[in-house]
C-alpha cells in the first residue's frame, strides 16, 4: 500500500452489537439494508443510565413497540445491543429514498404519534442521551454486500471519522484494500455508508460487518 496512504489521518473506532431480543423489532428484519438493497439508513442511538440497561431498558422499549403495534405504525427497525464500549441501543430503518423518510413520519396519525410520545417519555427515564443520523450507502466502497445475514445474531459496526480535505485519499485506501480482498477471494463482506446528517467533525464513514 502506498505509504502516504498509510498516513492518512483518520480517527476510527469498532464496537461490537448483538441483535436485540425484543421479538416485535425482529418482525422488520428484511429491512435491514446492511447486505440489502435499501440506500439509505437511519440510526437512532439511545445511551442508557449506568444500571438501566438489559432488563430496565428492555421493559420501556416493549412499552414502545406495543404502542407502536396498536397504532399501526408504518416504520420498521431493528435493534441492536452495544457489548463493547458505552451502554447504548442502537435501531436501524432502511429506505430507498429521502422521499420514503418523510412520507413515513407525514403517514403517523395524530393519535399515533400521541401515543408514542407518552411510551417516549418512560424510555427516557433509563437514558443519558440520545442522537440521531443519517447515512448513504457507499457501493465503491463497501464489498460483497450479498454475504451472509439471515441468522446472523451479532455485527460489528466501525466508524472512520476522515481528516478533512483527505476524503480521496480515504476512499483510494479503501479501494486498495477492495482489491486485495478481491484477489484473496476469501469471502469477506462488508456494506460502507458516508453520514449525510449527523455530528461529526468530518467526513464520516460506517463500515458494518
Known amino acids: 500500500m502506498n505509504p502516504r496512504l ?29 447486505y440489502g438493497p435499501s440506500k439509505y439508513l437511519v440510526i437512532n442511538r439511545e445511551f442508557t443510565k ?3 440497561d438489559g432488563t430496565a431498558h428492555e421493559a420501556t422499549e416493549a412499552g414502545f413497540m406495543r404502542a407502536a403495534a396498536a397504532g399501526k405504525a408504518p416504520f420498521h427497525y431493528v435493534a441492536f445491543a452495544s457489548l463493547s464500549g458505552p451502554n447504548r441501543a442502537l ?11 418523510e412520507a413515513e413520519r407525514k403517514s403517523m396519525s395524530q393519535a399515533l ?3 408514542l410520545d407518552k411510551a417516549m417519555v418512560a424510555d427516557g427515564e433509563q437514558l ?4 440521531e443520523s443519517v447515512w448513504m450507502v457507499d457501493t465503491d466502497l463497501s464489498q460483497n454486500t450479498n454475504g451472509p445475514r439471515v441468522g446472523s445474531r451479532y455485527m460489528i459496526f466501525r466508524e472512520f471519522v476522515i481528516k ?15 482489491d486485495g480482498y478481491k484477489k484473496a477471494d476469501v ?13 461529526s467533525t468530518g467526513p464520516t464513514y460506517l463500515v458494518l460487518t
Open 6 to 34: 498509510m498516513r492518512l489521518a483518520l480517527a476510527g473506532s469498532a464496537f461490537l452489537f448483538a441483535l436485540s431480543c425484543c421479538p416485535q423489532a425482529l418482525s422488520a428484519q428484511e429491512s435491514v439494508p446492511t
Open 187 to 199: 469471502g469477506a463482506h462488508w456494506s460502507t455508508y458516508r453520514m449525510l446528517f449527523g455530528n
Open 113 to 115: 404519534q400521541t401515543s
Open 50 to 52: 449506568p444500571g438501566r
Open 91 to 101: 435501531f436501524l430503518s432502511g429506505y430507498d429514498s429521502m422521499e420514503a423518510v
Open 128 to 131: 443519558s442521551g440520545t442522537d
Open 164 to 178: 478533512p480535505g483527505h476524503t480521496a485519499e480515504w476512499e483510494q485506501a479503501v479501494k486498495l484494500v477492495l
